[in-house]
């Protein structure tokens, strides 16, 4: 059975040149824009989530740097580093990186959508009788929350949610965003 065309590598790969244009076109605006100008409007931060249920445990850590077009839109990249692990089934290490796009329709509210490409490194407990896993997984979140100063509550969904390869319990994933 051939996989979804958004699970090809081509439309990852496109997605992610897409967004690097997108950002570039944007900062490209006004040529004689100084470096100076330029670092006034990138904001360093990032996100911590937290994931728990039926024996699962998910902690992901995932600094990020945006660069903000104006009050009301940011787009930038991350970094993402996760540890999992299902009680007396398996322990994972994720690592991988994410486009991000911010966008804020009014100051308290935040609508976010995030493409991510992780690579996973699962190993199974030996009792199992099951292989230890290495694959990269794509995720592409869909989120709102709530934005007071720099701090943003919130809840996304991943749209490509994968039960047998997600890293994460849920489709529904609440995060704490923070930006400086």
């Known amino acids: 059975m051939k996989a979804p065309f958004f699970l090809s590598l081509k439309f990852r790969f496109a997605i992610i040149i897409f967004l690097f244009a997108f950002a570039a076109s944007f900062s490209q605006n006004n040529l004689q824009t100084s470096t100076n100008e330029f670092w006034q409007n990138v904001r360093f931060g990032g996100g911590i989530g937290l994931s728990l249920g039926d024996g699962f445990f998910s902690g992901t850590l995932a600094p990020t740097a945006v660069y903000q077009f104006s009050n ?13 692990s299902r009680k007396n089934v398996y322990k994972s290490t994720i690592l991988g ?30 009792n199992l009788n099951l292989q230890d896993d290495n694959y990269w997984y794509p995720a592409l979140f869909m989120g709102a929350g709530y934005r007071t100063g720099n701090v943003t509550f919130g809840i996304r969904y991943d749209v490509l949610y994968d039960e047998n390869k997600s890293i994460y319990a849920d489709p529904w994933i609440p995060f704490i965003r923070i930006f400086f």
Do not use: C, H, T
């Open 72 to 84: 009301d839109f940011a787009m930038g990249l991350g970094l993402n580093g996760a540890i999992n």
């Open 97 to 126: 990186g994410s486009a991000l796009a911010l966008y804020n329709p009014i100051s308290e509210l935040q609508l976010s959508a995030e493409f991510e490409e992780l690579n996973v490194n699962r190993k199974f407990e030996s």
